[in-house]
């Protein structure tokens, strides 16, 4: 079994930055693209941003140029730096990896329980 720890939501007021963190533990082979995915209270979970076990990025045309995705594979770890932080950025994040457990198997999508990120004033 594989599991994935969020850290790093909180409270900040808009124009600030946060930090947040996900580690995953378990029986992992190895880990394909991880990202940070989010919901907001009565809106579907929408992508925010990935990265590939080559480092190729991608992000949600509403975090450009504000958020920075980066995984440190040593520690099976995928980060998000956010910055100019607006009110609407508020949901939980959560995190997402795509993991093979055995070499020549499939892989897997596993979630993190998500973190709270609360932009206001």
């Known amino acids: 079994q594989v599991q994935l720890v969020e850290s790093g939501g909180g409270l900040v007021q808009p124009g600030g930055s946060l930090r947040l963190s996900c580690a995953a533990s378990g029986s992992i082979f190895s880990i394909n693209a991880m990202g940070w995915y989010r919901q907001a209270p009565g809106k579907q979970r929408e992508l925010v941003a990935t990265i590939t076990g080559a480092d190729s990025t991608d992000y949600a045309d509403s975090v450009k140029g504000r958020f920075t995705i980066s995984r440190d594979n040593a520690v099976n770890a995928v980060y998000l730096q956010m910055n100019s932080l607006k009110p609407e950025d508020t949901a939980v994040y959560h995190c997402?990896?795509?993991?093979?457990?055995?070499?020549?198997?499939?892989?897997?999508?596993?979630w993190g329980q998500g973190t709270q990120v609360t932009i206001s004033s």
């Open positions: 997402n990896a795509v993991v093979t457990l055995r070499p020549v198997s499939p892989a897997y999508n596993y």
